[in-house]
T-cell receptor
């Protein structure tokens, strides 16, 4: 069965710390990969996506992710987090009409 | 403004009373989908639609129905709601992308409580 797993359910960092959120997927064949963010009280919105090409993709607000095919991973990174990055982060995989989301990681950034 | 709208935003109902949550998008997207979000479980796909009159089951379709008679609308129907359907529901849409899934645009969510 298709699945997406996120390694950390709750991460607490101080401002300026570096961030890495792990994501592994289990899907047959080629899939498209996404990271979405849900700020408190707001809609889910896209941070970045990977379809093909350069495995290092850059998204909004200084986020980036690296697709490693051999590890079935798509980890999210940010060199220096800000208090405004406090949110819930979801990794997702999609193939055709089916989309599978991870359980989410709640990031709390302390000022 | 390009957006996905859902109504109602909040709903408290009782077991067995049929309800419909509407979803509408103004971006001319072919693809629409419904999800439920539960603590610790992330988003789980209920149903999706690749185009008008084309719908298919997601991972948790039991107890739900959908229809796609028009491109812009994709209502979610609970014929006989039960307490285990208490959840936060999201509708999403995306442009057609052939074989692979595209990025999705999400609505604001509908918080449903079934007593």
């Amino acid at each position: 069965a298709q699945s997406v797993s996120q390694h950390n359910h709750h991460v607490i960092l101080s401002e300026a710390a570096s961030l890495e959120l792990g994501c592994n997927y289990s899907y047959g064949g080629t899939v498209n990969l996404f990271w979405y963010v849900q700020y408190p009280g707001q809609h889910l919105q896209l941070l970045l996506k990977y379809f093909s090409g350069d495995p290092l993709v850059k998204g909004i607000k200084g986020f980036e992710a690296e697709f490693i095919k051999s590890k079935f991973s798509f980890n999210l990174r940010k060199p220096s987090v800000q208090w405004s990055d406090t949110a819930e982060y979801f990794c997702a995989a999609a193939k055709g009409g089916k989309s599978t989301f991870g359980d989410g990681t709640t990031l709390t950034v302390k000022p | 403004e390009a957006q996905v709208t859902q109504n109602p935003r909040y709903l408290i109902t009782v077991t067995g009373k049929k309800l419909t949550v509407t979803c509408s998008q103004n971006m001319n997207h072919e693809y629409m989908s419904w999800y439920r979000q539960d603590p610790g479980l992330g988003l789980r796909q209920i149903y999706y639609s690749m185009n008008v009159e084309v719908t298919d089951k997601g991972d948790v379709p039991e107890g739900y129905k959908v229809s796609r008679k028009e491109k812009r609308n994709f209502p979610l129907i609970l014929e006989s709601p039960s307490p285990n359907q208490t959840s936060l529901y999201f509708c999403a849409s995306s442009p057609a992308s052939g074989t692979w899934g595209n990025e999705q645009f999400f609505g604001p969510g509908t918080r449903l409580t079934v007593l």
